[in-house]
């Protein structure tokens, strides 16, 4: 009799979650997410998509993170709108990504300071 053992290999059936994103300085982008509901394996790392998009152009890039469940986007454009969103993967491939969460970076600091001195000036006239 001749067996026949099927190895049957399988990215992530769904998408990681995005719990929080939160815009930690001019410059980054901290994000908190949990790993998908049915992970098929072991997750080896995640793939964190970033796109910046203007009027002109777009620009992707991708990050690969550890198997943790957060990561800070450095190096970022100041007071920038981002799409982000993550997949996770297994040593057989990437599975699909989140949802993206749309993000902008902080503003200059002299431009907060020269908002809040605006705005207190027009409260004491």
């Known amino acids: 009799m001749i067996s026949f053992i099927i190895f049957c290999r399988i990215v992530p059936f769904d998408s990681p979650n995005i719990l929080q994103a939160t815009s930690i300085s001019r ?3 901290h994000l908190i997410w949990s790993p998908p509901l049915v992970p098929y394996g072991n997750i080896v790392s995640y793939a964190i998509n970033v796109e910046r998009r203007t009027e002109e152009n777009s620009t992707n890039m991708t990050i690969n993170s550890t198997n943790e469940t957060n990561h800070t986007i450095e190096n970022l454009l100041t007071f920038t709108w981002y799409n982000i969103s ?3 993967a297994t040593k057989i491939g990437t ?3 989140s ?3 749309f993000i ?3 503003q200059d600091s002299k ?3 020269i908002s809040i001195l605006i705005f207190d000036y027009l409260l004491q006239v």
């Open 27 to 29: 410059s980054a982008i």
């Open 86 to 88: 993550i997949a996770a």
């Open 95 to 97: 599975g699909p990504y």
């Open 99 to 101: 949802a993206a969460v």
């Open 104 to 106: 902008q970076t902080l």
């Open 111 to 113: 431009y907060n300071l």
